[in-house]
Structure formats: C-alpha cells, structure tokens
C-alpha cells in the first residue's frame, strides 16, 4: 500500500509484474498520505525535483496540512457524491489527488529488485519512496543476506568513473588539472567527494 503519487516513481521500474486494485471496479478507500511536519520543506534551488533543507516555519507547516487536508477531504466527498448519484467508477475517481492510497501485489526478481534499490535509496530520490526502499531493503537482507551483502560491497557502496573520468583522475593523481566541465566536471567532481580523495 502507498500513495499514488509513490506508486507512479514506482512503476517507472518495469521488469516486475504488478497487479493494482483498480478504481473502474473497486470503490476507493477514504484513505491519505500526508507528510510528517518534518517533511513539509521549500523546494531545493539546485535540485528542481527535490526539497531544499532550510526549514519552515511552524505556522506554513500547518497552513501547509490544513489545505491538503482539506483538499484530500473535498475531493473525497465529491468521489463519494457521484458514486451515490450511480455515476460510473471510472468517472467518479478522476478527481481524487495523488496522495490517495492504491494497493497492488508486486513481484520482482532479485537482479532487479537491487537496481530498483539502488535507485530509489539513493539521496536524490524522494524521501517518501526512499522510506519504502529502505523497508524492501531490510527484508531483502533478511530473505537474501548474501546476496543483499554483494549488493552491498559491489553495487550500493561502490562509485564507477566512465573513461573521459578515468583519464582525469590520472590527470589529477599526476598533480595536472582534469580539464573537465559543465556537467561532466561536476559529476567527477561529486564522485571525487563521494570517495574522500
């Protein structure tokens, strides 16, 4: 179970197979995220799909809950409105927000279900699906510890240079500069960090 909004970063990953409640033949469950007061952050200046750390002040945190609540409990009874009128599922759900709660079974094989890790525990994706990671990652290690231990050392804790970086960090290790820039300098730049060199 998870918000919708989760469940969409989710099924970007599709070498599982999925089976999802549906809203055509099911009547949806009353039922919402809404993110911890923690949570409830500025959006980032240098990531333009993730939160900033500067905090909020108290009373926007609550300003904040107040009107996705209010939202969530609107489009609610609207949805609920319309299935009292007779009005076809399929219609009646339209309107109801992203932080809904949806339920599919999920089935994965373990190639994959470490890359679908390894993206989604990375510090760049949501928090939200970041929590859920983390929880597939424990059981994982409880199902499969010597695998998950390989995952580890080999994958998750591991950092890989393309060749234009490799010949810089020769550069580098040669006391010369690394000529890179744009992107590319940033992104040997934060592997460089990632390593401690």
Not at 54 to 81: C, F, R, W
Request: hydrophobic share 40%; aromatic share 10%.
């Amino acid at each position: 179970k998870m918000p919708v909004f989760v469940a969409r970063q989710w099924i970007r990953h599709r070498t599982a197979r999925l089976n999802e409640i549906s809203g055509r033949y099911s009547v949806m469950v009353d039922e919402f995220y809404n993110p911890e007061k923690e949570q409830v952050l500025y959006q980032s200046k240098s990531n333009r799909q993730g939160r900033d750390t500067e905090e909020v002040p108290e009373h926007l945190k609550e300003k904040v809950l107040d009107i996705l609540i209010s939202g969530q409990n609107t489009a609610y009874d609207d949805y609920q409105k319309l299935i009292d009128e007779g009005i076809a599922r399929e219609l009646s759900r339209i309107n109801l927000p992203l932080s809904l709660y949806t339920q599919w079974y999920w089935q994965i094989d373990l190639s994959n279900l470490f890359h679908f890790l390894k993206l989604r525990m990375d510090c760049h994706a949501q928090w939200e699906i970041r929590q859920y990671a983390g929880i597939m990652a424990d059981i994982t290690k409880a199902v499969a510890p010597m695998a998950y231990e390989a995952f580890e050392t080999h994958v998750l804790n591991s950092v890989s240079f393309s060749g234009q970086e490799l010949e810089a960090l020769k550069l580098q290790i040669e006391g010369k500069d690394h000529n890179l820039s744009g992107i590319h300098k940033a992104e040997y730049e934060a592997k460089i960090k990632n390593i401690q060199l």
